[in-house]
């Protein structure tokens, strides 16, 4: 089992060091765990869901220390990044400059009209134009080449009452442009434990309709439980794994 999607309490919404993650792989044999902690951002935009700049160089030691300590493990370094184009070169300028093995790109929030939509406004419902901005800044994302893979491209699901028509047409939109630049898409299990929290009635994300669609598209997948704590390393991967094999995703692996 690998998890390459993992947060420290840094993020000001996890809890746990690199230590503390290291401890529970060991003993839920976890042979291969990557840090993706959410990559501070030069304009402090939404700075308190992510690490101060001042605190960068310190995550990165502990996962270099992290992983001095414990030579049997394969640990990776990396970041989680909110795309914006304003932020491309300086994702790139930190990557090379604290030599990460990847970045994982994401899209929490996106331009609409002026403004800033986030995917996570409890009771909002994307309409189609909505969905479409969506899609449109998770592509732009994925065309920047940066990104080693995209995190949850079904978290607009968290903003749909059902599945309908819209949302295929954007997903396609999405999976078209994954298969063309050949960009692995994360089968990210927090929705779950999220939508049960949410009180929801369906799981938002994965979504199982989106994940049935990448099949056609043949998209590669990879599963991860976008842990925030030490004790959710692992948490609902099966449920990710068993959809990655009902729908015969190819597995991709870092
Ligand atoms: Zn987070
Ligand atoms: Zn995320």
Redesign the pocket.
């Given at each position: 089992m690998n998890n390459f999607h993992t947060h420290t309490y840094r993020c000001k919404h996890a809890k746990g060091d690199v230590l503390d993650y290291i401890k529970m792989a060991r003993l839920k044999n976890v042979g291969e765990l990557g840090f993706s902690d959410h990559t501070p951002l030069p304009d402090g935009w939404w700075q308190d869901v992510r690490m101060g700049m001042d605190e960068l160089e310190g995550y990165v030691n502990a996962v270099l220390e992290g992983r001095k300590q414990n030579p049997n493990m394969r640990i990776l370094l990396g970041l989680?990044c909110d795309y914006s184009p304003d932020y491309v070169s300086f994702f790139q300028e930190i990557k090379q400059r604290y030599q990460m093995d990847y970045l994982i790109g994401?899209i929490?929030a996106f331009p609409y009209e002026g403004e800033s939509v986030g995917c996570f406004q409890e009771g909002k419902v994307f309409d189609y134009k909505m969905l479409k901005a969506y899609a449109e800044s998770f592509v732009k994302a994925m065309q920047t080449g940066i990104f080693t893979f995209m995190?949850?491209p079904d978290l607009f699901c968290l903003s749909l009452n059902g599945w309908n028509p819209e949302a295929l047409s954007v997903s396609a939109y999405i999976l078209e442009a994954a298969k063309a630049l050949d960009m692995p898409l994360e089968i990210n299990c927090s929705g779950i434990k999220k939508s049960m929290d949410m009180g929801k009635f369906e799981i938002a994300y994965p979504k199982r309709e989106f994940w049935e669609l990448a099949a056609g598209f043949g998209v590669k997948g990879i599963v991860s439980s976008?842990a925030h704590t030490p004790e959710s390393l692992t948490q609902n991967m099966d449920a990710g794994f068993y959809l990655q094999k009902e729908y015969q995703i190819e597995p991709f692996v870092l």
């Open positions: 989680e994401s929490h995190a949850h976008d």
